[in-house]
């Protein structure tokens, strides 16, 4: 691929449709949605004049500008003469959402779809596809995907799947992520996995790759995959869902994109000790890792993370339970001696029933001071590698609601009084992590469901994102997301030591 393929000059909606549950008409409000260029934005239809406020153009070689990128959602025995338009307008790219190709054994229209696209030179993503993803340029397949030069990241995405494309492109910007680019590709019948991956290997404003993988068309293929994904983990993380894990998944690959897939140990053998990060628990697990790898490089402490932890967390039970899902994984608690249990007393407090590590803060949860000076007394600690942190924000907000209800202070609107500290309080958390040495990881955990309490509990933790310092919402994603990244940085410096 060319980066030229990802800047079209202008983009075509063949098939757009003023009808509001069409696909036709999915893709056109999309991209008015985030704004993309309305004189550069052509919607093709014989039946319409107007939509949307755009001008409607019967077929693409009535189209008085350049046309780059094609969108195609028309049946598919009408994408055949489409795909001629494109080839006589000299389209360089097409993203074919219509389906009924090979992932119901219709292997021949598919071939022929692609042998029209290949001697007319135009590239073709699918079919059965969603297409480009670019936030930066407004270029978008889904309303709820954020546009705009603030949303521009360093992140990209490959996809087999264009339902998980946007699903990793809209939880990823709610927990913090940006993203550069993104392609679902579908069937993968001209541009698949190896190409895309090798694209982004060599893109300088890709960071970090995320791929929801399902197979190749070809062996020949996943052999390209394979040699280029070697070459890519050395300079970038590559995070890897794999689908068709199960014999049902399997088939269900079959009837979805229509690929080959092997011996899933084998893949993921082979895939693992090329650098890939695999990760198997899903789509959020794969974004939690790559928020944890974004804002760690950008703090530049990848590279110091490591299995042991100085955790500080609230509840005697909740230390017991955190201990043992953490201990399974393979992580380790230091323990504090004597002397620093002494430190811990006097500079500290009794604080809770455990002074020990993790640290239970119980009923001085609520005191962020407390759990400053304990942070700055862990980033002393050589054997502390990582600090993990379980916030109280629920418990700030339910208090700030309670004190409220009672009426405890009259005077004064305690409400604002109380957004006021914790804001506060955040400003001062952020300013004292910024600080240590050590990679700090915040947990926010979801008490409360009230919708105050939510809202403002997503407001605070925004805050943190903004700051790139990671927070995740339970235990045991922090920890799995970690042991992820540990694994990819031994990889990266055992590599190292044999070159």
């Given at each position: 691929?060319?980066?030229?393929?990802?800047n079209?000059?202008?983009?075509?909606?063949?098939?757009?449709?003023?009808?509001?549950?069409?696909?036709?008409?999915?893709?056109?409000?999309?991209?008015?949605?985030a704004?993309?260029?309305?004189?550069?934005?052509?919607?093709?239809?014989?039946?319409?004049?107007?939509?949307?406020?755009?001008?409607?153009?019967?077929?693409?070689?009535?189209?008085?500008?350049?046309?780059?990128?094609?969108?195609?959602?028309?049946?598919?025995?009408?994408?055949?003469?489409?795909?001629?338009?494109?080839v006589?307008?000299?389209?360089?790219?097409?993203s074919?959402?219509?389906?009924?190709?090979?992932?119901?054994?219709?292997?021949?229209?598919?071939?022929?779809?692609?042998?029209?696209a290949?001697?007319?030179?135009?590239?073709?993503?699918?079919?059965?596809?969603?297409?480009?993803?670019?936030?930066?340029?407004?270029?978008?397949?889904?309303?709820g995907?954020?546009a705009?030069?603030?949303?521009?990241?360093?992140?990209s995405?490959?996809?087999?799947?264009?339902?998980?494309?946007?699903?990793?492109?809209?939880?990823?910007?709610?927990?913090?992520?940006?993203?550069?680019?993104?392609?679902?590709?579908?069937?993968?019948?001209?541009?698949?996995?190896?190409e895309l991956?090798k694209?982004?290997?060599?893109?300088?404003?890709?960071?970090?790759?995320?791929?929801?993988?399902?197979?190749?068309?070809t062996?020949?293929?996943?052999?390209?995959?394979?040699?280029?994904?070697?070459?890519?983990?050395?300079?970038?993380?590559?995070l890897?869902?794999?689908?068709?894990?199960?014999?049902?998944?399997?088939?269900?690959?079959?009837?979805?994109?229509?690929?080959?897939?092997?011996?899933?140990?084998v893949?993921?053998?082979?895939?693992?000790?090329?650098?890939?990060?695999?990760?198997?628990?899903?789509?959020?697990?794969?974004?939690?890792?790559?928020?944890?790898?974004?804002?760690?490089?950008?703090?530049?402490?990848?590279?110091?993370?490591?299995?042991?932890?100085?955790t500080?967390l609230?509840?005697?039970?909740?230390?017991?339970?955190?201990?043992?899902?953490?201990?399974?994984?393979?992580?380790?608690?230091?323990?504090?001696?004597?002397d620093?249990?002494?430190?811990?007393k006097k500079?500290?407090?009794?604080?809770?029933?455990?002074?020990?590590?993790?640290?239970?803060?119980?009923?001085?949860?609520?005191?962020?001071?407390?759990?400053?000076?304990?942070?700055?007394?862990?980033d002393?600690?050589?054997?502390?590698?990582?600090?993990?942190?379980?916030?109280?924000?629920?418990?700030?907000?339910?208090?700030?609601?309670?004190?409220?209800?009672?009426?405890?202070?009259?005077?004064?609107?305690?409400?604002?009084?109380?957004?006021?500290?914790?804001?506060t309080?955040?400003?001062?958390?952020?300013?004292?992590?910024?600080?240590?040495?050590?990679?700090?990881?915040?947990?926010?955990?979801?008490?409360?469901?009230?919708?105050?309490?939510?809202?403002?509990?997503n407001?605070l933790?925004?805050?943190?994102?903004?700051?790139?310092?990671?927070?995740?919402?339970?235990?045991?994603?922090?920890?799995?997301?970690l042991?992820?990244?540990?694994?990819?940085?031994?990889?990266?410096?055992?590599?190292?030591?044999?070159?």
């Amino acid at each position: 691929m060319e980066d030229s393929l990802f800047n079209p000059r202008g983009v075509a909606v063949v098939g757009a449709s003023p009808h509001f549950v069409s696909g036709g008409t999915f893709f056109l409000r999309a991209l008015l949605a985030a704004e993309f260029p309305k004189e550069r934005l052509f919607p093709i239809n014989p039946k319409h004049k107007e939509m949307y406020g755009l001008k409607v153009y019967p077929n693409l070689q009535s189209v008085p500008h350049p046309v780059d990128y094609v969108i195609v959602i028309v049946p598919k025995n009408a994408t055949f003469d489409v795909m001629k338009d494109c080839v006589e307008k000299k389209v360089k790219l097409v993203s074919c959402f219509t389906s009924g190709f090979s992932e119901i054994g219709n292997k021949e229209d598919e071939k022929r779809l692609v042998s029209i696209a290949k001697k007319g030179g135009v590239r073709l993503l699918g079919p059965n596809c969603m297409g480009l993803c670019v936030p930066k340029l407004r270029l978008v397949f889904d309303t709820g995907i954020e546009a705009g030069e603030e949303w521009a990241g360093n992140i990209s995405i490959i996809s087999q799947s264009g339902g998980n494309a946007d699903v990793m492109i809209i939880i990823g910007n709610g927990i913090g992520l940006k993203f550069n680019k993104a392609v679902s590709y579908g069937n993968g019948s001209d541009i698949n996995a190896d190409e895309l991956l090798k694209y982004f290997k060599n893109d300088p404003e890709t960071h970090i790759i995320l791929q929801y993988l399902e197979g190749f068309k070809t062996i020949e293929q996943g052999r390209n995959y394979l040699k280029t994904l070697r070459e890519t983990t050395l300079k970038k993380p590559v995070l890897i869902f794999q689908g068709g894990t199960t014999a049902i998944g399997k088939r269900s690959i079959f009837s979805h994109t229509g690929s080959i897939s092997g011996d899933n140990r084998v893949i993921e053998g082979a895939f693992k000790q090329a650098g890939a990060i695999m990760v198997k628990q899903g789509i959020r697990h794969v974004l939690y890792t790559a928020l944890l790898i974004s804002c760690f490089q950008k703090s530049n402490k990848l590279f110091k993370v490591g299995p042991n932890l100085g955790t500080i967390l609230g509840g005697g039970g909740n230390n017991v339970y955190v201990a043992d899902i953490c201990s399974k994984m393979g992580f380790n608690f230091p323990a504090f001696d004597e002397d620093m249990k002494e430190w811990l007393k006097k500079n500290v407090g009794e604080v809770g029933t455990v002074l020990g590590n993790p640290i239970d803060m119980n009923a001085g949860m609520s005191g962020y001071k407390t759990a400053i000076k304990i942070m700055k007394l862990m980033d002393k600690i050589d054997q502390i590698d990582v600090i993990t942190y379980e916030t109280d924000f629920d418990w700030w907000l339910v208090s700030a609601k309670i004190r409220q209800k009672l009426d405890l202070y009259k005077e004064f609107d305690f409400k604002v009084l109380m957004e006021s500290i914790m804001d506060t309080n955040v400003k001062t958390l952020i300013r004292n992590i910024r600080k240590l040495q050590k990679p700090v990881i915040l947990v926010s955990s979801q008490t409360f469901y009230d919708a105050d309490i939510v809202s403002k509990r997503n407001e605070l933790e925004d805050t943190f994102r903004k700051a790139d310092i990671p927070i995740i919402n339970d235990m045991a994603t922090m920890a799995t997301a970690l042991k992820y990244l540990i694994e990819y940085k031994e990889y990266i410096l055992n590599v190292k030591k044999t070159l």
